[in-house]
């Protein structure tokens, strides 16, 4: 099922099978040039699928941006120990639902970017981790593999490739912390999700103690289409330091919200007007989050000729992470913003770390009381304070993802936490809106 | 002879300035106290013998956390501690002191016990005749010490071991 | 020895071997990085980021407790930053920490009020509403105060991983993150009480040292635990001449942080409201109480008029009295009663294996070499019921150096979780089995071999030359059950030529039986039930009215190992020194009232001074093995002895059949367990009954 209409100005790579009629389906999969990329894989030295996927310049579709083809080489082939194929489908950041329509669309994709992945570095099982809220998408995905299993494109010696994989689906709880991928591991494993101390990678240490090869749904679903038309098309379709496209999921206040495939590099201004149909009723633009909940927030001026790629983020302080945009017009309040985010990092930190657990709770403790009007002038200081207190210096990404969008909303937006102290409470507020922050 | 009326007035003066101050003390109100035909007066600030504080709702204030005992120069500070169960409620803390003891023949009422309280339970009070001729006297028991329940208040539930607690 | 790693910390030059953590590199620099979660010997965590320091190069701080040294690695630990961090780490953890110092147990020990009071602000910015759970009891000995906890998971970890139990997990997350107990509402575990030691705040704290005082209030008395023969040291709190608490917290003696339930709570059994303060005199059939001069001239004008008769006198000696004591009594067994009828309830077959080993030095293990050395074979006991400090030696030995562990047991143990191979065998299979074993035994480097009494007499001597054919060195250790089962042995509580056994001379018709700290008509193992006395005479030293005292004619009450000084010799054949710890009222060593005995007769020139040191001088000089070093067991260390090398015979003949362990498990001890308030408190003590 699709959420959304297509925009003309897609790149539909991943998700040209969308839309079809029975996409999930592994005919109109093989009807449509599937698992061409693993027969031609399956030809083919390990050695030379990594080559390919690093000259595709195909980086970690997750948030961080690790080049793919490094991750893949650094697993030690030759361990004597069996090795693991796992996929992150445990997409929880706030903005960003790619993953779904990936998985719940075209699911034998994922199947053969594992398949992939398995020859690359001598893996024989995968595991799926799908978030305990994507329920269905667990059946969508059992459903597909039991498909593929039927037919011989999983199980053993594979289509006569004397090539072996088997496939699993793993639900998780219900952690965002489940999504980093160490503590992924350790739910997988069935242990309580907190993460690992790192190194040693999971690259080389990773499942069960066995060398993993660990990356999300979309970094996946892009290897087939690199391994059918070669990584040198792939990487012509992004920037030079990042091929490819990236499934887009514009939220916030556009009026055409969903799930596009852009390549990487498309500007950001054109993708607010023409592909998201401009800002609701008109409005302007207040602030652009690129990547998901964990990023700095960008101011309009900001974003003023910026594009959707790793590079042109990093040059404005922000990530393009895991492309889960959000766009708030004028009337949004940020320090509600900031309030909603923090609300989202206390109730989901792990409680491993001591300034993540204590600092996104008392922030949001703060935050609430002033957003209520109970604020104070050193509050505002106290709560930029707290955020470069967390940054850095916790035991894993998300007391710095609870700390980057906090720091920023208070450093960019300081005029309006003063005014929440002159017009207490929050001036944006208006009456029959929810006030349940 | 200028100088010799000089010193008649000289001597007048002087004798005019002493007086002063006699009659002007004659005015003013008398400070010989007529201890002990009556009370002693005391300041606000005097450290006269310890006085184990209630709150307001008549518990021990009291906690038996020893930071009294610890902080005592002359180690005069005897303290048991005991917990406060369902059925046996003595202070508003989890713990209370079944015996606090001060030996007088030992303290120095420097008031350090008072500074170390950490719930305000020991005060020094204005008490200050501990003289004794017998030194077995002077060690004062929780019981001598504590100060009253304020009057409303509920007393502390003590009700015996296995029933049910006082209501 | 690999090369030495060069770093520098805070500018000093270190150097420290590799794979060494900066923040143990630190401490032997003398530079203290503080922590929360870092524990030695414990798996790594990196949550609490106190240790955060910084490194020239990296980016941003470090947790020193999971960086490795390396090369020409420059370390800071005082910069602003650093404590500018530890500043708000510790500001974090306060906001939810409730600050009840003056009632909280920990007050005065806590780490977290160390740290504060070194690194930590004053004030603190925090003015929302803290979090607060009620306080939960999770069994008898352990209570939880979630909101104190800092969750640094050490006591996760302890259970886990030290224990090999993991009881403890965490449950909820976030700030809400709170230890919880594997049954709910309440534990099911060895209540050793590692998690409440290794708690460096006061959120596990201890149900029988709650509330009872302040840690600076107390004198604290290193012991040796007085229930199994591990030897464990407990330090025990005192105040008031009581007992409050015991525990391990500095590390000292052999245990190094282990104490099990035993060692830590079952102190206790010294103020049961039935222990025996005042002699007791049989008279008219009853027996009563009488002062201490006239149960010790009834004792000694009987002895002198058995004497002067020509009758017969019988000596059972103790499992738990010091050597001191065990010395005297065998000297005046022998000298001044001269008989040859002594002996004590055996609990393993220590006189086989050293008679086997006999010609060779060096081949009986000690308590270090299970954490020490490659490969650990365990025969018949389950060592964590009954000998756990074995046990939890040879987790560590499993958990740090890879130790291959071999289990040859009747029922399932809790080495089976790690064991390299484990056999389950019965009765009279252990040879076979071994011979199995032999192939894989043959390529380990070295072996310790443990064997309890399914291993007697001959199979003992055939043990040994099983363990001899492996051609690599291997080192034995004979489980023996109390506290000084060795020591009694090696002091010669046994018959001399023509001497009776001690199942004879419960039968025999003896003119006088004299007791010391036993209680064989309990029905010893291998002895038939609870026996009718036979002896006319009968004279018991105990703590309590046993069923052996029961039957007395006169009745000594004597001191526990906590109220009196000496040396015990635990199952590794390590001897330790008690020291007293308080005095229970009426109540006096065994030693002294054998000393006063022996005056009472006019015996007491032959026997010499009943002074601790002075007996154990004459053991130095007289028992084989015993020549220790002075400052190690006067330092608080353990002295292994060198036993006997040459043949060992007894008169006689072996008597196999008389061995026999009462196979104790955490929450028995004989008949002292009888008496411990905690052990029969505990929920698993009266499951395990």
């Keep these: ?110 199947i053969e970017g594992c398949l992939i992945a398995g020859l690359a570095v001598d893996a024989h099982a995968g595991y799926i981790y799908i978030r305990g809220e994507y329920r269905y998408l667990i059946e969508v995905m059992d459903k597909a593999i039991a498909e593929a299993y039927e037919k011989g494109w999983l199980g053993k010696n594979i289509q006569g490739t004397g090539f072996d994989f088997d496939l699993y ?3 998780g709880a219900g952690a965002y912390e489940c999504g980093e991928e160490s503590a992924l591991l350790e739910s997988l494993e069935g242990k309580r999700g907190i993460p690992r101390i790192r190194p040693p990678f999971p690259a080389v240490v990773g499942a069960f103690q066995c060398p993993t090869v660990l990356n999300n749904v979309e970094t996946y679903c892009a290897v087939p289409a690199i391994l059918r038309d070669g990584g040198a098309a792939f990487a012509a379709l992004g920037v030079p330091k990042a091929g490819g496209t990236k499934m887009t999921c514009l939220t916030g206040h556009v009026n055409k919200p969903g799930v596009y495939e852009l390549r990487l590099g498309f500007p950001v201004k054109q993708m607010i007007e023409e592909v998201g149909g401009g800002i609701r009723q008109g409005r302007k633009l207040k602030a652009f989050i690129p990547g998901g909940s964990s990023c700095p927030v960008l101011t309009a001026k900001e974003v003023e000729g910026a594009t959707m790629d790793y590079d042109s983020m990093a040059q404005r302080k922000s990530m393009l992470g895991s492309g889960g945009v959000i766009i708030m017009d004028e009337e949004t309040c940020m320090v509600k913003a900031a309030l909603r985010i923090m609300r989202f990092y206390a109730h989901e930190s792990c409680g491993w770390c001591i300034p993540c657990r204590e600092g996104t709770t008392w922030l949001r403790k703060i935050l609430t009381r002033f957003h209520a009007g109970g604020g104070t002038r050193s509050d505002i200081d106290l709560i930029g304070d707290l955020s470069r207190n967390m940054l850095g210096r916790t035991f894993c990404p998300l007391g710095d993802a609870a700390a980057m969008p906090t720091l920023s909303i208070v450093e960019k937006f300081r005029g309006e936490f003063e005014d929440h102290l002159n017009g207490k409470p929050c001036p944006f507020e208006r009456a029959g809106e929810m006030v349940t922050a | 002879m200028p100088n010799k009326i000089e010193d008649v007035f000289g001597v007048a003066a002087a004798i005019a300035k002493g007086m002063g101050v006699t009659f002007k003390e004659m005015m003013s109100p008398t400070v010989t106290e007529y201890y002990p035909d009556e009370p002693a007066k005391f300041e606000e600030r005097y450290r006269g013998a310890h006085v184990l504080q209630r709150d307001a709702n008549g518990m021990e204030k009291c906690v038996a956390c020893f930071l009294c005992a610890a902080a005592c120069p002359a180690d005069c500070i005897y303290i048991e501690a005991a917990e406060n169960t369902e059925t046996v409620r003595i202070s508003g803390g989890e713990r209370y002191a079944r015996v606090y003891n001060i030996d007088y023949n030992r303290c120095i009422f420097c008031g350090y016990c008072v500074e170390a309280c950490p719930t305000d339970a020991i005060t020094h009070g204005h008490g200050f005749e501990v003289a004794s001729f017998n030194t077995s006297t002077l060690i004062k028991r929780k019981e001598d010490m504590l100060a009253p329940i304020p009057p409303g208040a509920k007393p502390p539930v003590i009700a015996p071991a296995g029933g049910p607690a006082a209501h | ?132 759970t009620p306080e939960k009891q999770f069994s008898p000995v352990v209570f939880f105060d979630a909101p104190r906890c800092i969750l640094c998971f050490r006591c996760v970890r302890i259970c886990n991983e030290g224990m090999g139990v993991g009881a403890l997990g965490v449950i ?442 002075t007996v154990f001088a004459e053991i130095r000089r007289t028992v084989h093995g015993y020549d220790i070093p002075l400052p190690e067991i006067d330092t608080g260390g353990a002295a292994p002895t060198t036993p006997v090398n040459g043949r060992v015979t007894e008169a006689g003949g072996p008597r196999p059949d008389l061995i026999r362990s009462d196979h104790n498990g955490l929450f028995a001890s004989g008949t002292l367990g009888r008496y411990s308030k905690v052990l029969n408190s505990v929920l698993e003590g009266r499951l395990d009954r």
């Design chain 1, 1 to 110: 099922m699709l959420y959304n209409e297509p925009s003309p100005l897609e790149t539909r790579v991943l998700s040209f099978r969308f839309g079809l009629p029975n996409s999930a389906t592994l005919d109109t999969y093989l009807a449509t040039r599937g698992y061409e990329a693993f027969r031609k894989a399956a030809g083919m030295k390990p050695e030379e699928i990594i080559e390919q996927v690093k000259i595709s310049n195909l980086r970690g579709r997750g948030g961080a941006g690790f080049p793919t083809g490094m991750k893949w080489s650094f697993v030690p082939r030759t361990s004597p120990k069996p090795k693991y194929i796992v996929v992150n489908a445990d997409e929880s950041e706030p903005g960003t639902c790619k993953d779904r329509v990936l998985m719940e669309n075209d699911p034998h994709q994922l």
């Design chain 1, 169 to 171: 689906t793993h639900s």
């Design chain 3, 1 to 132: 020895m690999p090369d030495l790693v060069k770093l520098t910390i805070d500018g000093k030059a270190v150097q420290a071997a590799p794979g060494t953590l900066v923040i143990d590199a630190a401490k032997m620099a003398g530079i203290e990085i503080p922590a929360f979660c870092y524990y030695e010997g414990l798996t790594l965590q990196a949550a609490c980021r106190m240790c955060l320091v910084e490194v020239e190069k990296m980016p941003k701080m470090m947790t020193a407790c999971t960086l490795p040294v390396a090369e020409g690695m420059v370390v800071r630990t005082e910069t602003p930053q650093v404590a500018q961090a530890r500043k708000y780490t510790l500001e974090f953890l306060l906001t939810n920490h409730p600050l009840d110092c003056p009632v909280c147990d920990k007050g005065g020990e806590c780490e977290l009020q160390d740290m504060v009071f070194r690194y930590g602000a004053g004030e603190s910015r925090y003015t929302e509403e803290k979090v607060h």
């Design chain 3, 172 to 613: 909820y997350r976030g700030v809400l993150s709170e230890i919880a107990p594997n049954h709910g509402d309440h534990l099911e575990c060895d209540e050793c009480g590692a998690c409440i030691d290794i708690c460096p705040v006061g959120a596990l704290t201890s149900g029988i040292y709650r509330y009872q005082t302040r840690p600076w209030e107390m004198q604290h008395v290193g012991a040796i635990c007085t229930h199994c023969g591990d030897g464990c040291k407990t330090t025990l709190g005192v105040r008031n001449n009581r007992i409050i608490r015991g525990n391990n917290r500095d590390h000292s003696g052999i245990n190094g942080e282990f104490l099990c339930i035993k060692g830590r709570y079952a102190f206790d059994f010294y103020d049961h409201p039935e222990r025996l303060q005042a002699p007791l005199v049989r008279k008219n059939g009853k027996l009563e109480e009488v002062s201490w001069s006239e149960a010790l001239d009834t004792v000694a004008n009987r002895f002198n008029q058995i004497r002067a008769d020509g009758g017969t006198f019988g000596v059972i000696g103790s499992n738990h009295t010091t050597n001191e004591e065990n010395f005297y009594l065998r000297k005046f067994a022998r000298e001044v009663l001269a008989t040859p009828h002594i002996d004590h309830h055996r609990t393993g077959d220590v006189t086989a294996l050293v008679d086997a080993l006999s010609g060779k030095t060096g081949r009986m293990a000690t308590v270090a070499d299970l954490y020490n050395r490659k490969a650990v074979l365990v025969l018949g006991a389950d060592l964590a019921r009954e000998h756990p400090l074995l046990s939890f030696q040879i987790r560590a030995n499993y958990r740090h150096h890879q130790a291959h562990v071999y289990a040859v047991t009747p029922g399932p143990v809790r080495e089976d979780k790690y064991a390299v191979a484990s056999v389950r065998v019965a009765s009279g299979g252990y040879f076979a089995a071994l011979e199995d074993l032999r192939a894989r035994l043959k390529a380990e480097p070295e072996l310790v071999i443990v064997f309890d009494d399914s291993f007697k007499g001959p199979d003992v001597h055939r043990l040994v030359e099983f363990g001899e054919s492996l051609g690599i060195p291997v080192r034995y250790i004979c489980l023996v059950d109390y506290s000084n089962s060795r020591g009694a042995l090696d002091m010669g509580l046994v018959p001399g030529e023509g001497g009776m056994r001690l199942d004879e001379m419960l039968a025999a018709d003896l003119s006088a039986l004299w007791v010391v700290g036993a209680n064989p008509f309990k029905g010893t193992p291998g002895v038939p039930g609870s026996v009718a006395r036979k002896a006319r005479f009968l004279v018991v030293q105990d703590l309590f009215l046993t069923e052996t005292a029961e039957q007395a004619d006169v009745v000594l009450p004597a001191a526990s190992a906590y109220e009196k000084s000496g040396t015990v010799t635990n199952t590794t054949g390590e001897v330790q020194r008690l020291k007293r710890a308080i005095n229970t009222m009426g109540a006096k060593p065994d030693l002294e009232i054998m000393g006063f005995i022996a005056r009472q007769m006019g015996a007491a020139g032959a026997l010499g001074p009943w002074v601790p040191e």
